[in-house]
RNA sequence: GGCCCCGUAGCUCAGCUGGAUAGAGCAACUGCCUUCUAAGCAGUAGGUCCUGCGUUCGAAUCGCAGCAGGGUCACCA
């Protein structure tokens, strides 16, 4: 590649000219900008200390010494400190040649045989239907599983579902008590949705048990613990875990209602796991860990019989590990499936999906595993993602202030039926066909809307507007490729082009050239965002190459371009942004559509 | 209170390891469809990059202090 060149050319002339050191790859290379011209640019005031000269004269020897010996290196200018260098086009001439007829553009070949990279995300409980939240923890978990695999990264995603513990009695207990054998079939509903509806019941009896102890002069604290609900729930708790065949029948006939209804979302989502883990196999995994701790004295028992870990002198607290009847905590379940994905994957990263509300968890999971001897610590990775906030604050479940997940899929389905309808381009569809187109785009606009966003910041979701059609969005990018696969269905089928053919030297203007560089930017582009697990950074590039491209699109007559030679040209360079569109937004796990 | 994250146009967001006159989209206003899909293109307007100090040839970017917002510090997960 060009730019890697050019850092080698750079370096050499450093040292030749001015004995100065610098590595290649350390050669701080820019793309000029817009404003100026050339392609590259070299700022060379880091130099001019060292070279004893003014910054004009060091930009000058040193373009003339890489002009002279790089042939692609057409010429150069200085702007005060600034090395600007031109690339011949026979240049770009032969990158579009190479990428012209390549379907996987931007995508590495995975090696099967690799250690695999292990993704946790999703990792629903079950006593809640998906909201808003859950959507950007779906959609950058798979997207960034996409990433990975682009970059050639053994990818295996796995979700550890939440399916047991005293949430999950509520929804239970609130269902014999109030339910009346309601069912997904009798009502109608979808299994998570009931199921929710349950967990919400609980609150509502809870609170009215706890303020009428409050009134007959209990503590708060206390009416919480004893609230009659409560305590039913608690007992719920142990008979599950002894195994009561009551219990357990009913747990699996509601989990698997939303297991149903979760299933249904994931699908139109799009997303998908390898391995699924079920807490209720794994809870009781890490307690061995825990005696392992304690032999090796890096854990410690108190009195009561609690087992700890202190991490005060990581400037962090005590942190509990077992309580004092011997049951484990999330941290300790945590331990295990680290051990047990780590062993069942022979893992070379354990990448988890989560929140950055629980940042402090990870940090501290992190740190025991390490004093637990295991050297695979640090290739836990927490991606840790901002939360998703309404205008009025976060979503909060019991205050009903959530974004419900199929909700919002339903309401993007529509707003897309509606764009289609107006502008009446799909008459000729089918209906299922139409219906499809809907789907692609609702979400197209959804997942962009989501993705397009640094995962590490909190985002804003304001439900009074809808998700937008047109500007920096899905459907935009989708509309490109459609027009682009319009122009190359013609160009093939109705002037017989054969896009396989060798294209001679063409004079190509400056739109042209500036799409044909984005294209060569690209696979930096996606190493980039791999190594900073960032799919809103291959949103902004698709974004801008789709307007670059639109600006080409919008001045160049392609298919009534008489040169037959440069018409191929310019159907090549086509067909390599959309084969370029369509992997990028496979990455992000949007789909895009032949026509719109 | 301890620790962590964050503050860029009216709104939503870009701005990679410091580099040229801080960029998009939405909203507002102008133009452009007898020509490859106008979900588009071209343009106008809109800024104390929270504040202050420091580091340096150079700071939205790095450091310190302050202000504002959020998260977290459970024998919950």
Known sequence: ?????????????????????????????????????????????????????????????????????????????????FLNFLICDDYWKSFTDSIANDSTIGL??????????????????????????????????????????????????VNLVNDRGIHICKSMLAWLRYGNGETPESSGMKGDHLVGKYYVEFDKHYKEEIRELIDKG?????????????????????????????????????????????????KKMGVGFDKIYYESNTYLLGKELVQKGLDMGVLFRKEDGSVWCDLTDAGLDQKLLLRKDGTSVYMTQDLGTALLRHNDFGADQLIYVVGNEQDYHFQVLKIILGRLGFDWADKVYHLSYGMVELPNGKMKSR?????????????????????????????????EEQKELYHILALGAL????????????MLFNPAESIDFNGNTGPFIQYTYARIRSIVRKAVGEKGLDLTAKCDNVAMNEKEREVIKMLHDMPAVVEQAAASYSPAMIANFTFDLAKAFNSFYQDTPILRETDSNRMLFLVQLCAAVSNSIKNMMWILGIEVPERM
């Open 447 to 458: 997942k962009y809307f989501i993705l397009k966003v640094d995962p590490t910041k909190t």
């Open 1 to 81: 590649m060009i730019d890697k060149d050019l850092q080698i050319a750079v370096s050499e002339a450093l040292k030749s000219l001015y004995n100065i050191e610098v590595a290649a790859e350390s050669v701080a290379l820019q793309k000029t900008k817009k404003e100026f011209v050339g392609d590259y640019t070299i700022v060379v005031f880091p130099f001019v200390k060292q070279a004893r000269k003014s910054p004009e004269a060091v930009a000058n020897e040193l373009g003339a010494a890489v002009k002279a010996s790089m042939p692609q290196v057409a010429d150069f200018n200085v702007i005060k400190g």
């Open 108 to 157: 590495k070949k995975v090696d099967t045989n690799a250690a695999p990279v292990v993704i946790e995300y999703s990792s629903p409980n079950t006593n809640k239907p998906l909201h808003l939240g859950h959507i950007r923890n779906n959609l950058l978990g798979w997207s960034v599983a996409q990433l990975l695999t682009a970059n050639g990264r053994n990818v295996k995603k």
């Open 218 to 266: 209990m503590e708060e604290e206390q009416a919480k613990k004893e609230a009659p609900l409560m305590v039913e729930a608690q007992k719920m708790l142990k008979r599950w875990e002894e195994g009561d065949k009551e219990i357990r029948d009913l747990w699996e006939k509601m989990n698997g209602w939303v297991y149903a209804g979760f299933d249904e979302t994931y």
């Open 399 to 431: 205050e009903g202030t959530v974004v419900d997940a199929d909700d919002l899929i339903e309401e993007m389905e529509k707003t897309a039926e509606e764009m289609c309808r107006e502008r009446g381009k799909n008459d000729e569809m089918t209906a």
